[in-house]
């Protein structure tokens, strides 16, 4: 039976420091998808194809994603309790990218490359895309599930940092959103 309590939120169920091993080794494996596979991560929200990123770039980005984003929340979690642990909230956001190196894998599958690379062309080049069914249904199959794990990545943050800070009531929680809003435009600033 599925434990999904430890599925959307693992940070009550397993010690932080087990977590910040496993975010710490999942930073680096997530690092190196992202240049194998040619990914950049130019925004906490966000991935993109590029087809070729230097390694020390793909680790770059995805560290500078991962410290703005991880001091921000601190710094909301220090205001909202003042007990708040800074490797809880590292932890959190650790926890919060794995989604996205599960998007660069899915995003690698041989036939949905090639699709969504067909795609991406034909609405460079003003060519009419064809829209046959199965285009149509890896297309719209592929944005579910990425839609899906993007959601997930917010369930796994939001858990994380409610955890780490004890935050309670509609203003912490718009307090957070608005922190994640203001993180992914620095990134897109600074990447």
């Known amino acids: 039976m599925m434990n999904w309590k430890l599925l959307f939120n693992p940070f009550q169920k397993?010690?932080?420091n087990t977590l910040l091993i496993i975010g710490g080794l999942l930073f680096l494996i997530g690092s190196f998808f992202a240049f194998y596979f040619g990914f950049t991560f130019d925004g906490v929200l966000d991935l993109h194809t590029v087809g070729e990123i230097s390694?020390?770039?793909?680790?770059k980005q995805n560290a500078i994603n991962i410290v703005i984003l991880w001091l921000l929340l601190l710094g909301l979690g220090l205001f909202i309790n003042a007990k708040t642990r800074w490797n809880d909230v590292l932890?959190?956001?650790l926890i919060f990218r794995i989604p996205f190196y599960l998007m660069i894998l899915l995003s690698s599958i041989p036939f949905i490359?090639?699709?969504l690379n067909e795609f991406a062309n034909s609405?460079?080049?003003g060519?009419?895309?064809q829209f046959e069914i199965e285009n149509i249904l890896i297309i719209s199959g592929y944005s579910m599930v990425s839609l899906a794990l993007l959601v997930y990545a917010i369930i796994l943050l939001f858990n994380g940092f409610k955890t780490a800070t004890n935050a309670k009531g509609w203003r912490h929680y718009l307090s957070f959103a608005l922190v994640l809003i203001v993180s992914e435009v620095i990134t897109k600033f600074i990447i």
């Open 113 to 115: 490359k090639n699709t």
């Open 91 to 93: 932890v959190s956001v």
């Open 55 to 59: 390694l020390l770039n793909a680790f």
């Open 123 to 125: 609405l460079k080049i």
């Open 14 to 16: 397993i010690e932080t």
């Open 127 to 129: 060519k009419e895309f």
